[in-house]
């Protein structure tokens, strides 16, 4: 069955440079989550689309952004980078069904670890 | 989201059932019971859920007290490769978009 599909899986980059992680989900799935989990640590919910909508925010720093694409793929835009960016991001992608409050899961990526440097 | 408490840690040997335990107190009549699991550095794996009766399918059972305030996840026959970080979340399914939050979750050890 197919996956999320998150790339790149790894990136390095430099203080004060941007990047850009991606996410695909699920065919069908509307719904799209990202999280970032540094070392050692839980994963933390930055932020998540529905139907191309912001849905939900977490604790995004105002340095990212994300948006969600007409083909529902992710896209998770990180401008000037610090040390402490370094980190997994996850992408996870579920099937809200509009309005209709339904029990389904939602389905992880392998990540991207990105590294600043 | 209900908060939950979960124990740091848990030992568990091979082929022996795990039983996982989630305080969820505060939960409320809406909110459904999520056990996710975290093999290092993977993405967190949907294991089961469930709101007030209990669960089973093939990787775990959930059971959850009638007053619905603990649950515990059941790995019947645990081995190796259930050696992951287990995380019990409470929340009201699927509110359009709206996310998992993950806490501290329980590190499982399963040896030979």
């Known amino acids: 069955a197919a996956g999320v599909i998150q790339s790149p899986r790894h990136l390095i980059k430099e203080k004060r440079e941007t990047a850009t992680l991606k996410c695909y989900p699920i065919?069908?799935?509307?719904?799209v989550y990202w999280y970032q989990q540094g070392p050692g640590q839980d994963p933390q919910f930055l932020i998540s689309?529905?139907?191309?909508?912001?849905?939900d925010k977490g604790s995004i720093p105002d340095r990212f952004s994300a948006q969600q694409f007409s083909d529902y793929h992710s896209e998770l835009n990180m401008s000037s980078l610090e040390l402490g960016d370094s980190a997994l991001y996850f992408c996870?992608?579920?099937?809200?069904?509009?309005?209709?409050?339904?029990?389904?899961?939602?389905?992880f990526g392998q990540g991207t670890r990105l590294t600043v440097v | 989201d209900a908060k939950t408490t979960q124990p740091t840690s848990m030992d568990c040997a091979e082929g022996r059932a795990a039983n996982l335990p989630c305080n969820h107190s505060?939960?409320?009549?809406?909110?459904?019971v999520y056990w996710y699991r975290q093999i290092h550095s993977q993405g967190p794996q949907y294991i089961i859920h469930?709101?007030?009766n209990n669960e089973t399918n093939e990787m775990a059972s959930l059971i959850i007290t009638e007053d619905r305030k603990s649950s515990t996840l059941i790995l019947p026959h645990a081995t190796l490769r259930d050696t992951a970080v287990y995380y019990c979340?409470?929340?009201?399914?699927?509110?359009?978009?709206?996310?998992?939050?993950f806490g501290k979750g329980t590190t499982l050890s399963v040896s030979s």
């Open positions: 689309f529905y139907e191309k909508m912001q849905s």
């Open positions: 065919p069908r799935h509307d719904t």
């Open positions: 505060t939960i409320s009549g809406n909110e459904y």
């Open positions: 996870a992608s579920s099937f809200s069904a509009g309005s209709r409050i339904m029990n389904t899961e939602a389905f």
């Open positions: 469930g709101l007030k």
């Open positions: 979340i409470v929340r009201v399914p699927n509110q359009a978009g709206t996310a998992l939050i």
